[in-house]
């Protein structure tokens, strides 16, 4: 009963931390007033005694490597033009005899509307242009057949599905020839997720909203300070609890999105001396220099009495045998 109790007064941070939930729901309520009248304020709700907060998390790029996005959006089933019956449009006219057939006659209703076509701009001609359309389209190729009947032919809910997945990377849409692109570093997306996803949750979805091709292990998120300070989410943390933990304000800690490989752990005591200059930096190499130097001399000059105690020692008890 008392374990029972003790897990309802708090919230899981990763399997082996936890916080108390008045004071996560003290620092929700700052982040929310410092996001007040925006849509990054969280909500929260409690289900079954499990406290769960929702709502947008920003993650930044900071990739070194390019990465590929899935082609599968643009792999739709397309039916070209045909003679047969299609919705909303008049069947299509008999195709002409060619003129290696040896039998063409003068059958002017048959052959008319192309001439007027070519000749004449009366209010007739959008008609006529419509009823030639497959006609004319036939001449093309496949592809230009696909970029002018697509939009039509898409069904609604077809349409919404492709509007659903068809997020953008900082305005970059899929593309045959940029489908391999790195995004601007520093860059912010964001992904409504709540406080029961983990790490590799979390790099899921947002892989998925983007149709990036590269599986979720290959990526982590990393939280940077505005001191240079780098901390790597571990896989069974939560990171929306962490961007609570870290405050509103991502000028001080942000959330970046990094290759497993390539991102690099930077502790405080390194942190905090990576915005100093060159000649400042080496200055201080210079003194830690000086300083082990000194320990040296100290060191050896310790050890070298204690030798020569022991060594009259030795020779004390030599000469009493």
């Given at each position: 009963?008392?374990?029972?109790?003790?897990?309802?007064?708090?919230?899981?941070?990763?399997?082996?931390?936890?916080?108390?939930?008045?004071?996560?729901?003290?620092?929700?309520?700052?982040?929310?007033?410092?996001?007040?009248?925006?849509?990054?304020?969280?909500?929260?709700?409690?289900?079954?005694?499990?406290?769960?907060?929702?709502?947008?998390?920003?993650?930044?790029?900071?990739?070194?490597?390019?990465?590929?996005?899935?082609?599968?959006?643009?792999?739709?089933?397309?039916?070209?033009?045909?003679?047969?019956?299609?919705?909303?449009?008049?069947?299509?006219?008999?195709?002409?005899?060619?003129?290696?057939?040896?039998?063409?006659?003068?059958?002017?209703?048959?052959?008319?509307?192309?001439?007027?076509?070519?000749?004449?701009?009366?209010?007739?001609?959008p008609l006529e242009e419509a009823e030639e359309a497959p006609q004319l389209m036939r001449?093309?190729?496949?592809?230009?057949?696909?970029?002018?009947?697509?939009?039509?032919?898409?069904?609604?809910?077809?349409?919404?599905?492709?509007?659903?997945?068809?997020?953008?990377?900082?305005?970059?849409?899929?593309?045959?020839?940029?489908?391999?692109?790195?995004?601007?570093?520093?860059?912010?997306?964001?992904v409504r997720v709540n406080s029961t996803m983990t790490t590799l949750q979390v790099l899921?979805?947002?892989?998925?909203?983007?149709?990036?091709?590269?599986?979720?292990?290959?990526?982590?998120?990393?939280?940077?300070?505005?001191?240079?300070?780098?901390?790597?989410?571990?896989?069974?943390?939560?990171?929306?609890?962490?961007?609570?933990?870290?405050?509103?304000?991502?000028?001080?800690?942000?959330?970046?999105?990094?290759?497993?490989?390539?991102?690099?752990?930077?502790?405080?005591?390194?942190?905090?001396y990576i915005k100093f200059e060159m000649p400042v930096l080496d200055s201080f190499v210079?003194?830690?220099?000086?300083?082990?130097?000194?320990?040296?001399?100290?060191?050896?000059?310790?050890?070298?009495?204690?030798?020569?105690?022991?060594?009259?020692?030795?020779?004390?008890?030599?000469?009493?045998?």
């Open positions: 009963m008392k374990e029972d109790c003790l897990l309802s007064s708090h919230v899981p941070i990763s399997d082996s931390k936890s916080i108390q939930k008045s004071e996560l729901l003290g620092l929700l309520k700052t982040y929310n007033c410092y996001h007040e009248g925006k849509s990054f304020q969280l909500r929260h709700r409690e289900e079954e005694g499990t406290l769960i907060i929702e709502g947008l998390l920003n993650i930044a790029w900071g990739l070194r490597r390019p990465i590929r996005l899935q082609m599968q959006d643009d792999r739709e089933q397309v039916h070209l033009p045909s003679t047969s019956w299609m919705p909303g449009r008049p069947n299509c006219p008999p195709k002409e005899p060619s003129p290696q057939d040896g039998n063409i006659t003068a059958q002017g209703p048959s052959t008319q509307p192309v001439h007027k076509a070519e000749s004449s701009t009366d209010s007739s001609g001449t093309k190729s496949d592809a230009s057949c696909i970029s002018q009947r697509r939009p039509k032919c898409r069904a609604p809910g077809e349409a919404q599905r492709i509007r659903r997945h068809r997020f953008s990377i900082n305005g970059h849409f899929y593309n045959h020839k940029t489908s391999v692109f790195t995004p601007a570093y520093g860059s912010v997306t964001n899921t979805l947002l892989l998925n909203k983007f149709r990036v091709e590269d599986g979720p292990s290959e990526f982590a998120l990393y939280i940077v300070h505005e001191s240079g300070e780098r901390t790597k989410l571990k896989d069974c943390e939560y990171p929306l609890i962490s961007r609570i933990l870290h405050g509103p304000c991502e000028k001080i800690a942000r959330m970046f999105l990094m290759e497993a490989d390539l991102g690099v752990e930077v502790p405080h005591d390194v942190a905090q210079e003194k830690l220099k000086e300083e082990e130097e000194r320990e040296i001399i100290k060191l050896t000059m310790k050890f070298q009495a204690l030798r020569l105690t022991m060594l009259q020692r030795l020779e004390q008890l030599v000469e009493a045998k």
